[in-house]
């Protein structure tokens, strides 16, 4: 008996065992196809995704379907006026009278209420008030409203309809011997820039230095919305729109080719028509060289892993990136406002002359040099005159567009789609950039080539900040002068 239960016992043991046997096998099998089917879904994952990159990187999108003479004013009837008309900007007595009223209620509020400052805070919590106080004691009993109109006025400046809209520009011809080659150059500020910005660079580049033959005829326009430039009535006028309009006053003028420098959104429109017309573009000046399409921003950000090997010499510009970071998500807002609410912002601005010289110093100081918010003086002191500063002011205060300036930003982010797409198709165009050390942004010279393939040079400086031609003219038109001579050579 004792046997036949042993017997029986081991026969039991040897079924448990193979069916555990059995079951680890189907398990490992379960196993084995899970894993394979993550696998191929990894597989297909990645393919897809190296798919879309090879087709964004590599492919080129097609143009976008671009009407080139979209109205934008007020009515569309009867026959376009092309003429010419020369203009003249006027600091008027209503104007001055009502400025100085404003002034004064400002100054008696101001002893009462004004804020005072936090200790060791300087310009980080915005407009330091006591730097302001020193500002505004200048513009009421400095700044000469009737010299600063004849400033204004030293340049030929005209207006002219385009697509409906009265552009206004600044035009200035050089007097050169016949020898001398004179090559028309669009010259395009940004926000919260003007044609004021490039009043000392206009006789540098309109005047012949040793080692080159040519010279610049100057067009300066006010961008559509800014300074003397009428507003378009209805939405839509986004950065390339903007382009055509630009290029279209270009061939108003008899220009069917020019050279184009920007910067800011200069730059943005700037690179636009080069993209939208390349065979009209000779060349490409750029003081905001930065390549914008997201896998240069994905370089750029994976490039923190090894900045040596991504940023070209110009670690410091670039990196560390956690420090970029903080400062784009700090100084952003008055972006992200104005690409949403910009009416809301505008009113207030339009109502005080105080309180649109706060908003615009906060961005010309914190753009111009990082480090001026830890200046209790702001930098005011250091790389503008108040004079400069204060035309600037008064330009968008004396015109009225502080409102119809800063709408762009929420044309450009409704129009995201297709600003993204001629982000993407390279441009031909010779191409030059102007890189100063306090830039907002840099992109390294292989990644501009994805979007700048002839892109034929750059000049580094390790000064200046955003905006360059206000701030360092001498720098600014030397390299305009440098890259033109690069494009003379590569149309040969």
């Known amino acids: 008996m004792g046997k036949k239960v042993k017997k029986?016992?081991?026969?039991?043991?040897?079924?448990?065992?193979?069916?555990?046997?059995?079951?680890?096998?189907?398990?490992?099998?379960?196993?084995?196809?899970?894993?394979?089917?993550?696998?191929?879904?990894?597989v297909i994952g990645l393919s897809i995704f190296a798919y879309t990159i090879y087709k964004d990187v590599v492919t080129v999108p097609d143009m976008p379907p671009l009407e080139l003479n979209t109205w934008w004013g007020p009515n569309a009837t009867?026959?376009?006026?092309?003429?010419?008309?020369?203009?003249?900007?006027?600091?008027?007595?209503?104007?001055?009278?009502?400025?100085?009223w404003l002034f004064e209620m400002y100054r008696k509020t101001a002893q009462k209420t004004k804020p005072p400052n936090l200790e060791n805070t300087a310009w980080t919590y915005g407009v330091n008030s006591e730097a302001f106080a020193k500002f505004f004691n200048y513009w009421i009993f400095n700044y000469?409203?009737?010299?600063?109109?004849?400033?204004?006025?030293?340049?030929?400046?005209?207006?002219?309809?385009?697509?409906?809209?009265?552009?206004?520009?600044?035009?200035?011809?050089?007097?050169?011997d016949k020898n001398i080659k004179v090559l028309p150059l669009l010259l395009l500020h940004g926000w919260p820039g003007s044609v004021r910005e490039f009043y000392e660079a206009i006789p540098l580049l309109t005047t012949v230095r040793p080692g080159y033959d040519f010279v610049f005829e100057v067009i300066v326009p006010s961008l559509p919305g800014f300074g003397f430039s009428q507003a378009p009535v209805r939405s839509g006028l986004s950065p390339h729109q903007i382009a055509i309009?630009?290029?279209?006053?270009?061939?108003?003028?008899?220009?069917?080719?020019?050279?184009?420098?920007?910067?800011?959104?200069?730059?943005?429109i700037g690179s636009n028509i080069a993209t939208i017309f390349p065979q009209e573009v000779l060349g490409f000046h750029t003081n905001f060289p930065v390549n914008f399409s997201k896998y240069a921003q994905l370089v750029w950000m994976l490039g923190s892993l090894w900045p040596t090997f991504v940023a070209n010499g110009h670690v410091d510009r670039m990196y560390p990136l956690s420090q970029k970071l903080k400062f784009y998500l700090e100084e952003s807002g008055f972006a992200h406002l104005q690409a949403t609410k910009p009416d809301t912002i505008g009113i207030a601005l339009e109502d005080s002359p105080v309180g649109l010289a706060n908003y615009m110093l906060d961005r010309f100081m914190i753009f111009t040099d990082p480090g001026n918010k830890l200046d209790p003086e702001g930098g005011l002191d250091k790389y503008f005159s108040y004079d400069k500063v204060l035309d600037n002011i008064m330009l968008y205060w004396i015109s009225g567009?502080?409102?119809?300036?800063?709408?762009?930003?929420?044309?450009?982010?409704?129009?995201?789609?297709?600003?993204?797409?001629?982000?993407?198709?390279p441009t031909p165009v010779p191409t030059w950039g102007l890189r100063f050390k306090h830039d907002i942004a840099h992109s390294p010279d292989f990644v501009l080539r994805w979007k700048y393939p002839n892109l034929l040079g750059t000049s580094n400086y390790d000064i200046g900040g955003h905006f360059a031609a206000f701030e360092r003219p001498k720098e600014f038109s030397t390299s305009v002068f440098e890259a033109a001579k690069e494009f003379l050579a590569f149309q040969k």
């Open 78 to 100: 009867g026959a376009q006026d092309t003429s010419i008309r020369p203009y003249r900007v006027v600091f008027s007595d209503a104007m001055n009278s009502e400025i100085r």
């Open 401 to 425: 567009s502080i409102t119809t300036s800063m709408r762009v930003y929420k044309e450009m982010f409704q129009d995201w789609d297709v600003e993204r797409v001629l982000d993407r198709i």
């Open 144 to 176: 000469n409203f009737l010299e600063r109109e004849r400033f204004f006025n030293q340049f030929e400046q005209y207006r002219t309809k385009i697509q409906g809209l009265d552009v206004h520009y600044v035009h200035v011809k050089p007097k050169v």
């Open 245 to 268: 309009i630009m290029r279209n006053l270009m061939q108003r003028l008899g220009h069917k080719t020019y050279y184009v420098q920007g910067g800011n959104l200069g730059h943005i």
């Open 8 to 42: 029986k016992e081991a026969e039991v043991v040897k079924k448990d065992v193979k069916k555990k046997q059995v079951k680890e096998v189907k398990d490992s099998s379960s196993v084995y196809n899970v894993a394979s089917l993550i696998s191929l879904v990894s």
